[in-house]
């Protein structure tokens, strides 16, 4: 039940075809970088990729969004979880992170700038028990951009839930790490077919001007 050791594959350089013409709109999107905690993290190989330049173009993205207004969204587990509140997740992971910085923290290089909103991630999508949905609205933001970890989980399952609220998603595919890249490009290809439009992170920087 434990998370897997990640072997070390290549971040997909190409994107599969957009079945929308959706392009990310500096008015109209916000940036969600999800789970990217300690926890998470070390099941990757320190400095190798996917998970070192993933972090690098997440980084990138996290810039250029503050600098354009765009608002930036994190999501964060909670260590030694209430077991009747883990719910199901408990059958599949096991009983989750520990209340201690070496599991809680964000990656130092994506910590949280003042402005940033930091959300208590409780399920997969970013969405469930969680204000992000009303957040959005307030800002005037139909729009999410999708970085972080793992791509076929939580990032899916946020992208997918994203579009049932009518909320445009796009998949940064360059700026998200998984369990493989067979895993990964499975993501990528399930929001293009079904939900969003994937996108490289330097489509997007341009995107965002």
């Known amino acids: 039940m434990a998370l897997p050791r990640i072997p070390a594959y290549a971040l997909p350089e190409t994107v599969p075809q957009a079945r929308v013409d959706w392009r990310p709109d ?5 940036l969600l970088i999800h789970d990217m905690q300690r926890y998470f993290c070390r099941a990757f190989t320190a400095g190798d990729s996917p998970l070192a330049p993933a972090v690098a173009n997440i980084a990138r993205l996290a810039g250029a969004a503050r600098a354009a207004g765009v608002p930036v969204f994190y999501t964060a587990q909670r260590g030694n979880q209430f077991r009747p509140d883990r719910g199901l997740q408990a059958d599949f992971w096991g009983p989750g992170m520990e209340a201690t910085l070496d599991h809680e923290e964000i990656l130092p290089e994506l910590a949280p700038q003042p402005g940033d909103h930091l959300l208590v991630k409780h399920r997969y999508s ?3 028990r969680s204000n992000l949905a ?13 970085t972080g970890i793992y791509a076929h989980i939580g990032c899916l399952a946020t992208a997918s839930e994203a579009f049932q609220r009518d909320i445009q998603p796009f998949a940064a595919a360059d700026a998200q790490a ?4 067979a895993r990964h490009d499975t993501a990528m290809e399930m929001v293009a077919a079904t939900c969003g439009v ?3 992170t330097e489509t997007i920087l341009k995107a965002l001007g």
């Open 198 to 200: 994937v996108m490289t």
């Open 126 to 128: 970013a969405f469930q």
């Open 178 to 181: 998984d369990f493989s890249r």
């Open 134 to 146: 009303h957040l959005m609205r307030a800002r005037g933001r139909d729009q999410l951009i999708v």
């Open 26 to 30: 500096p008015g109209r999107a916000a």
